[in-house]
């Protein structure tokens, strides 16, 4: 078993690497849902779209049951190993970690074979760093508020409705 510290800072921390704006390919808008805590908006694999909670403070992208359940059902989730892992509030978990085949972050940023590790009895589902690494450099802004990835696969975007009344 691997040790590892899961450390959740629900506070938003500024971070940047290594990157300036003119790096970033793909720009992702983040919301506020009334607390301290960011989001964007985000699929995994063939799922419908969900929001996840940027966290640079989380070592790795967490995924609620109900998620990991549909993934393996679909084929797009692979059991790697069991951590044990330790929270903010210091008790040790010890929880499942799956390899999913693709996170969508926004309408184009396409993270390919990132793993998620599934804590039971959440439904929050969290953007950690480990598929934050694999978009360096990135950039969290809050004025305005926007997510900056860099290496990401990029999907084209969805053609918008036209208006024709």
């Known amino acids: 078993m691997i040790c590892m510290k899961f450390v959740c800072f629900y506070g938003m921390l500024f971070f940047c690497v290594n990157g300036v704006a003119s790096e970033f390919d793909v720009v992702v808008p983040i ?3 009334g607390a ?3 989001y964007v ?3 995994f694999g063939s799922l419908d779209n969900t929001e996840l909670l940027v966290d640079t403070g989380s070592g790795y992208v967490t995924i609620s049951t109900d998620s990991l359940q549909a993934l393996r059902k679909n084929g797009e989730a692979v059991y790697v190993k069991d951590v044990k892992g330790r929270l903010a509030n210091g008790a040790e978990l010890v929880v499942s970690v799956w390899r ?3 996170i969508t972050i926004g309408d184009e940023c396409v993270i390919k074979n990132v793993e998620a590790a599934v804590f039971p009895d959440t439904k929050r589902q969290i953007l950690g760093l480990n598929a934050l ?3 360096a450099p990135f950039m969290v802004s809050f004025s305005p508020p926007k997510l900056s990835l860099s290496a990401c696969y990029k999907q084209p975007a ?3 409705a036209m208006n024709m009344g």
């Open 158 to 160: 969805q053609p918008k």
């Open 41 to 43: 908006d985000a699929r």
């Open 31 to 33: 919301h506020n849902n």
């Open 36 to 38: 301290s805590a960011f």
């Open 133 to 135: 690494k694999k978009t």
């Open 100 to 102: 999913v085949g693709q």
